[in-house]
């Protein structure tokens, strides 16, 4: 049987519902995948309880399912994965190549969040302090491809700082948990909003560090609202109505310029999905939106069968 190499995700943090953007996001990885022949993952990012909302992380997958979006396999919960952060964060110690900060917010100041390696060499646990856990970044560029967003590069050391892999307050970083479980996932592709394209050099240190092998990256523009923020949770979008499956596929699927499915198919979601993924073109996703960003593809005035967009 052919084996396709071909893995991709879609990683929500359960912070909230799923919204258009957050529709976009797993619309998009699930039809490169697919399109790929290639295997689908969902990893739950639930890194950070605090923030979390209860019930979301399963109304996530419930709506994911209305929407026709299926994965493979079993979901992986990044709260059942604290004990491989803790073994990478015990090898990057014993290589030298993490330290212990204690560094309060205001010692932080005047960087412009550039960390300024305050606290580097700093091997032990420190007593009587708080303290995070931080990556030492070298003084060189680190550079990628984008699908979309062609060359993007990052001078780690002058622009970002030393990266954190285990905050004050004990949680991992999504920085490190997301490295550590595209790996232990085999994720050959990352398909993401924009958003994360600046993190993205961090994300490949971190592998080359810990000889990982480095995925494909696609970031597609992000949807904003009218002042310009990312829709997200913080922001108020508001959450997707699974009633109006079929709408918001068609919604996500303009957003993303892709040709939109005929009438006759837009009656089930299992029709669109299938439809998109025999005309995922990534040539048509746009590398930035086009004025006005703040205009959505809903009101862009943009005909879709019967649905009046
Ligand atoms: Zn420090």
Same mark, same amino acid.
């Given at each position: ?9 879609? !990683? ?89 900060? @204690? ?6 100041? *005047? ?38 967003? *062609? ?72 949807? @904003? ?28 699927? !303009? ?45 862009? *005035? ?8």
């Amino acid at each position: 049987m052919f084996m396709s190499r071909y893995i991709g995700r879609f !990683a929500p943090s359960p912070t909230g519902l799923l919204h258009i953007g957050s529709l976009i996001a797993a619309l998009a990885s699930y039809l490169h995948a697919r399109a790929s022949q290639g295997q689908w993952l969902v990893r739950m990012e639930d890194l950070d309880p605090p923030r979390e909302m209860p019930g979301a992380a399963s109304a996530i997958l419930q709506s994911l399912e209305d929407h026709g979006l299926t994965w493979d396999g079993e979901v992986l919960w990044q709260s059942q994965r604290h004990d491989a952060y803790r073994q990478v964060i015990n090898d990057l110690l014993l290589a030298n190549k993490a330290f212990y900060c @204690t560094c309060s917010r205001s010692d932080l100041q *005047g960087s412009n969040g550039v960390y300024q390696g305050q606290c580097r060499g700093c091997v032990t646990p420190p007593r009587d302090h708080d303290f995070a856990l931080r990556l030492q970044v070298e003084d060189k560029a680190v550079a990628f491809d984008d699908e979309i967003q *062609g060359r993007f590069s990052q001078q780690l050391e002058r622009e970002v700082g030393d990266v954190v892999l285990q905050r004050k307050d004990g949680f991992f970083a999504y920085q490190l948990a997301v490295v550590v479980d595209d790996a232990y996932q085999g994720v050959s592709h990352v398909v993401r909003g924009s958003d994360l394209l600046d993190s993205t050099p961090r994300q490949i240190y971190l592998q080359q560090v810990m000889a990982y092998t480095t995925p494909d990256y696609l970031h597609f523009p992000v949807i @904003t609202n009218e002042q310009g923020d990312k829709l997200s949770k913080q922001t108020f979008a508001a959450p997707l109505d699974s009633r109006e499956a079929c709408k918001n596929l068609c919604v996500a699927l !303009a957003f993303l310029k892709q040709a939109l499915p005929p009438e006759e198919l837009c009656q089930q979601v299992n029709h669109i999905v299938a439809w998109a993924v025999e005309h995922w073109s990534v040539d048509d996703i746009p590398g930035v939106l086009g004025l006005p960003q703040s205009v959505i593809p809903a009101k862009a *005035g943009i005909q879709c069968c019967q649905f009046p967009l």
